[in-house]
């Protein structure tokens, strides 16, 4: 089976503290720590189970520029055959309905039967892969947590309320969004990084993807994003300060207090 | 202005309580605005539902059809190709449905896409601004979307206060005869309701609950051991499950159990909306994060910025000592 992977290169919450810059008009990205997005990470692990079974190849796939290029080798590194980075002047200011274009004008020119996203990225906007299917016109399934492969089709599960799990099956090919948890990511070494330093990673843009430069990038976008704000906090917590002990104290007689003990 | 339609959750004949928030957040958009319900489904339930939203909608589209009897997201959007307008806006409630839903009926409906909406600050001419949050909840952002061509924006739930009801005797339309038949090459087998686990949380009124911030799985018995000096139980969020460090029949939150302690202590927990969705019953939130930040801190009554690690055994032997 041949499987994309689309995967973002994102600052690394648990790595910074997203603040705003001294303008107001971005967060501060001096001194970010980036890494692959945490949800496409569990999406690649799982391409490579699958194809360990199947066989076929992994391809990671990202919409950026030449600083993207360590996230496609780090997923390399981890067992993906193929790395391809989707780069042109005229993607930048794309909003989601534009980096799906993108994609799926790579898809079409490629033959995958299945397409893995991560459900959501850094804005949390959980859309990329849903906007992909129906340009492709392939069916989608979101926040699926467990993949099973069958004759031309998947047995897969999605995480839905209450910790339930909702069985489906999906013809191939399909797109599908991946949530954390799904599986246990290889760890990746320096060395194994270096194994894939010197392998080329194809770059294409709009005359390569036969894309319209209309159709994408921020003239094409309906969606803009126009600033950054930390919302004024309501009640907001009361911060506890004082030595350790004190702040033990009061945290014991709080929790005894409030939760009915003596 | 375009028409607003609002796609109804429903689950055993009766509505979700985003049924009202979609109309709350319509009038946000457009004060006169009556928007429409869009409910799907079949059988009786599906008319009981539409009855109870009559003192809510104005007019209630009602789609009626066996293949739609449990809401598998591929026919429901192929249904609701076929009967709604292009350009209109629609609003839907963004849960596991919505992720399912939304972003690909934006493209059938050659319509703008906005998802996980909190705030709508009104509408200039065919732009809506409206407020997102990025990075799980550290910063907010305001967004501004074209609605030349309609568009389809997905709603937290909570964030819009529901308003009261808001008309009388609204009207049921049946739409059923536009839809006919519906295929979809994905099909819906069944619901799988997770095993109970050794320790049941939901009854508890101590839960210390953990988060990313425990950073490994021999950490977790620090937790534990400041559990049993107070009576309560280990809880934790998603990082925790998704590294395999905790059941999870111990995780709190939308996609897992929702809990109503008298005391929550949040303990290396960000405080995403997902997981404080599990949290009912006001409990009193006390939060224990390294990162000043970190949202829980707007949520909990109490908070210490301090390392969880070394904060939680000097609780725990303080409570020793008190003991003995």
């Known amino acids: 089976m041949e499987i994309l992977v689309c995967v973002k290169r994102v600052p690394d919450t648990s790595e910074n503290e997203i603040a705003l810059n001294s303008a107001g008009n971005d967060i501060e990205r001096d001194d970010l720590v980036y890494s692959v997005n945490e949800w496409d990470n569990y999406a690649v692990e799982e391409a490579l189970q699958i194809t360990c079974k199947t066989g076929g190849n992994v391809t990671v796939v990202t919409v950026g520029d030449e600083e993207d290029d360590e996230i496609l080798r780090r997923e390399m590194a981890m067992g993906a055959k193929h790395g391809v980075l989707l780069s042109d002047e005229a993607f930048q200011g794309s909003d989601g309905m534009g980096i799906a274009r993108i994609l799926a004008a790579y898809v079409k020119k490629n033959k995958y039967d299945l397409i893995l996203t991560g459900v959501q990225a850094e804005a949390g906007a959980a859309e990329v892969g849903g906007l992909m299917a129906a340009m492709l016109d392939y069916p989608f399934a979101?926040?699926?947590?467990?993949?099973?492969?069958?004759?031309?089709?998947?047995?897969?599960?999605?995480?839905?309320?209450?910790?339930?799990?909702?069985?489906?099956?999906?013809?191939?090919?399909?797109?599908?969004?991946?949530?954390?948890?799904?599986?246990?990511?290889?760890?990746?070494?320096?060395?194994?990084?270096?194994?894939?330093?010197?392998?080329?990673?194809?770059?294409?843009?709009?005359?390569?993807?036969?894309?319209?430069?209309?159709?994408?990038?921020?003239?094409?976008?309906?969606?803009?994003?126009?600033?950054?704000?930390?919302?004024?906090?309501?009640k907001g917590a009361e911060i506890l300060t004082g030595g350790r002990e004190e702040v033990v104290d009061r945290l014991i007689e709080l929790v005894k207090a409030k939760g009915g003990l003596k | 202005m375009a028409r607003i339609f609002a796609y109804i959750v429903h689950k055993g004949g009766v509505a979700d309580d985003s049924a009202s928030e979609l109309i709350a957040a319509a009038k946000k958009i457009d004060s006169s605005a009556s928007a429409t319900a869009i409910v799907i489904g079949s059988g009786p339930e599906l008319d009981a539902v539409c009855e109870s939203l009559r003192s809510v909608y104005a007019e209630i589209w009602k789609i009626s059809n066996p293949s739609l009897a449990y809401p598998n997201a591929e026919l429901v959007r192929a249904a609701l190709t076929k009967v709604l307008p292009q350009g209109s806006i629609v609003l839907v409630t963004h849960d596991h449905f919505g992720l399912d839903l939304a972003p690909g009926l934006a493209v059938k409906q050659n319509a703008a896409f906005v998802s996980d909406v909190l705030n709508i600050e009104g509408i200039q001419g065919n732009t809506v601004k409206l407020v997102r949050q990025e990075f799980g909840g550290q910063v907010s952002t305001h967004v501004r979307c074209d609605i030349s061509s309609g568009a389809v924006i997905t709603l937290r739930p909570g964030a819009f206060k529901a308003a009261g009801n808001a008309a009388a005797n609204g009207n049921v339309v049946d739409k059923s005869a536009e839809v006919g038949e519906l295929t979809a090459r994905r099909r819906y087998l069944e619901t799988l309701v997770p095993e109970a686990g050794d320790v049941d949380i939901t009854r508890h009124d101590i839960l210390v609950s953990i988060g990313r911030g425990i950073q490994e799985q021999e950490n977790v018995e620090i937790a534990q051991e400041l559990a049993d000096a107070f009576g309560g139980a280990v809880s934790c969020s998603r990082p925790v499950v998704d590294a395999k460090w905790l059941d999870k029949s111990r995780q709190v939150g939308s996609s897992g159990k929702t809990v109503k302690p008298k005391v929550y202590l949040a303990c290396g927990i960000s405080g995403s909306f997902q997981h404080l969705a599990g949290l009912k019953g006001n409990p009193f939130i006390i939060a224990i994060n390294k990162n000043p930040k970190a949202p829980i801190f707007q949520v909990a009554d109490v908070g210490v910025v301090d390392d969880l690690l070394e904060l939680l055994p000097e609780m725990t032997n303080k409570l020793r000592e008190t003991v003995k």
């Open chain 1, 142 to 234: 979101s926040l699926v947590n467990s993949i099973e492969v069958l004759d031309g089709k998947l047995k897969i599960s999605r995480e839905i309320e209450g910790g339930n799990r909702e069985m489906n099956e999906i013809d191939l090919p399909c797109v599908l969004s991946i949530q954390t948890g799904i599986n246990e990511p290889r760890y990746v070494g320096i060395r194994g990084i270096r194994q894939v330093a010197s392998v080329e990673v194809p770059t294409y843009g709009t005359s390569e993807l036969n894309l319209d430069s209309a159709s994408v990038g921020g003239s094409a976008a309906k969606v803009q994003r126009l600033d950054y704000f930390v919302p004024a906090l309501g």
